[in-house]
């Protein structure tokens, strides 16, 4: 019963510590109660870990928003920079060893086996939100300007002059 009141106290009012169950490890010593568990990364509501950097340190001209062109063995993809920074590079063990990777939510799903794929997850974490099988990460020097758009605003000398009416009367 008593354990119960406690249990009551503590839902009432989780921030007060005083009334939280410890629990005995067998010697003696009383632990504290294990963490909650936080929410797997593949959960749609797992919080997302701000992009580090806004655009691409060699190249001002891709940022976070960006339409680009991955250049990927065998594939043309196309996306959206979704997230910049720096991150671990797998299959190595110096916990020092870091690259600036970008992470991108490409328009379509690439066909198997021409890239690693993940949903905005990297390394357990999620960077990024988009959906199932569209989202990779690449180092820079693979993003490059998306040429399908590159065309879309006219230059200088493309702009048609302006006509000004004119305001003169004609006298009788």
Not at 15 to 37: A, E, K, M, R
Not at 59 to 73: P, T
Not at 105 to 121: A, K, N, Q, W, Y
């Amino acid at each position: 019963e008593q354990r119960m009141m406690q249990d009551a106290a503590t839902m009432a009012n989780p921030t007060d510590t005083s009334s939280l169950i410890t629990f005995d490890n067998g010697n003696g010593s009383v632990l504290p109660p294990p963490p909650p568990h936080g929410p797997s990364p593949s959960d749609p509501d797992a919080v997302i870990q701000p992009s580090p950097l806004k655009e691409l340190p060699d190249n001002a001209l891709l940022e976070v928003g960006s339409m680009v062109e991955v250049d990927v063995e065998h594939a043309e993809l196309y996306g959206v920079i979704r997230w910049i920074g720096p991150l671990h590079i797998p299959g190595t063990i110096s916990s020092s060893n870091t690259r600036v990777m970008v992470g991108i939510e490409l328009e379509e799903e690439p066909m198997e086996g021409s890239v690693e794929i993940t949903d905005g997850v990297y390394d357990n974490v999620r960077l990024y939100k988009c959906p199932a099988h569209r989202g990779i990460f690449v180092y820079p020097a693979q993003c490059n300007q998306d040429r399908r758009f590159q065309d879309v605003l006219p230059s200088a000398n493309q702009i048609p002059p302006k006509v000004v009416a004119s305001s003169s009367k004609s006298e009788a």
